[in-house]
């Protein structure tokens, strides 16, 4: 294997095998806390497309039919976009859009639709690397692309200017970045990994269906908003014969919050990725300054329910990143504040579309301390009834669902 499926590996951990497909819906718990059949009253995430970039999405699962977009995948990254060699990127898709059709997964999103890039991620065979695209190239051509939000549910510990450039560039033609942060979270050090680390990028963390915060959640400057992760069914073997219980990780919880901005953006379809961003942060839940988010909980619990119920909710601006603290570079005008109809178009050249990549010294510090700042030798490739919700105390993180209480030690996110 290469150097680029050696350092990129999605962000999902141990499955048990055969749940049977009747049983995926009982175990997608995080629905009835998150009242997603009161939410869809409001949204089903029709209008919106997602870009799943990932190890391929299987279309022809029974919660899948339909709902992928074959033919919007741009002919040069298509290589493998429907061959799924691991069943992550499915169950990804799945976790977004899935209607539910015959037992299966029912995404957040039902009605929204999914474009399927296939990546070099590990698990990949070494004979179909040559063949397959780079993230780097997947995130631009899915920029060129009228998706609204590129699921990201990968990481590599390593800075790599061409994703960063890509991740820019996907920014400044209004597109919504959202990755997991990783599940490094043992390790106690500050290890956020990228695409979660760059800028412009939403980092996604994970809980449990009891509230604890996922002891693997990596933590780190760059964790934006938690959202499920433990225990969710999806797929463990490429056959697709039958879901495997207890899907864990900070990929599913990416899944998760792509459904829950594809809901917003379909009821709003003018609004902007910023807009989108804002009304996420704002409604997110927690019991700490809005302005002082944290290294394990970022902003907050996601409840775009508290969007949804309220036809009147005012997002803000539509080109003030409410992320510019921590995208911003001195002396830069941020690509997310400047509308896509005045930036550059897809054939210009990445110095001339958006502001020049980070030397990485900047980015590495959120991902890895700033030791991993080289590049690869190749492309490395709630809510009311008291569920769901986050309280930090002064002294400690607490994450309290039902009664259960779980303790963090409490760090603030550098400036």
């Not at 990546?119 to 397959?132: M, P, S, V, Y």
């Not at 001339?352 to 010294?361: D, K, N, V, Y």
């Not at 986050?390 to 993180?397: D, P, V």
């Amino acid at each position: 294997m290469s150097a680029v499926a050696g350092a990129l590996a999605a962000v999902s951990v141990a499955l048990a095998p055969h749940a049977a497909a009747s049983d995926a819906q009982s175990e997608q718990w995080y629905l009835q806390p998150m009242q997603a059949e009161q939410m869809w009253k409001h949204s089903t995430g029709k209008g919106v497309k997602v870009a799943v970039i990932d190890t391929g999405v299987n279309p022809h699962t029974g919660s899948l039919e339909g709902q992928v977009l074959v033919d919007e995948v741009p002919k040069t990254v298509a290589y493998g976009a429907t061959d799924d060699y691991t069943g992550h990127g499915t169950s990804i898709a799945e976790l977004i859009a899935g209607t539910g059709a015959n037992g299966g997964v029912r995404g957040l999103a039902p009605e929204a639709k999914i474009i399927p890039y296939r990546i070099r991620l590990n698990g990949l065979a070494r004979a179909e690397e040559k063949k397959t695209v780079t993230p780097a190239e997947a995130i631009r051509a899915a920029a060129d692309t009228d998706a609204k939000i590129i699921n990201m549910s990968f990481r590599s510990p390593y800075y790599n200017p061409d994703v960063e450039e890509a991740v820019i560039y996907a920014a400044s033609k209004g597109k919504m970045l959202i990755a997991g942060v990783g599940n490094d979270g043992d390790t106690g050090e500050d290890n956020i990994g990228y695409p979660a680390a760059a800028r412009y990028v939403v980092g996604v963390s994970s809980m449990s269906k009891e509230g604890d915060l996922s002891e693997f959640s990596s933590i780190g400057n760059y964790v934006d908003l938690v959202a499920p992760g433990e225990g969710i069914p999806g797929y463990c073997r490429p056959s697709f014969e039958s879901y495997c219980h207890g899907l864990e990780g900070t990929s599913a919880s990416t899944a998760i919050a792509s459904g829950s901005a594809a809901l917003i953006w379909s009821a709003h379809p003018d609004w902007t990725a910023n807009q989108v961003t804002r009304a996420l942060i704002d409604t997110a839940s927690r019991n700490w300054p809005k302005d002082k988010p944290t290294q394990h909980a970022g902003y907050g619990t996601i409840r775009p329910r508290k969007v949804l119920e309220n036809p009147n909710y005012d997002a803000g601006p539509a080109y003030s990143d409410p992320l510019a603290k921590w995208n911003s570079k001195k002396g830069e005008k941020l690509v997310t504040e400047i509308p896509p109809a005045s930036a550059a178009s897809p054939s210009a050249t990445a110095s001339s579309q958006a502001p020049e990549a980070s030397s990485g010294a900047d980015k590495a510090a959120a991902g890895s301390k700033g030791e991993k700042t080289e590049k690869a030798a190749a492309e490395s490739s709630g809510d009311d009834n008291s569920t769901l919700w986050i309280a930090l105390g002064a002294a400690a993180a607490v994450v309290v669902v039902g009664g259960g209480v779980f303790a963090l030690l409490r760090a603030r996110r550098a400036t």
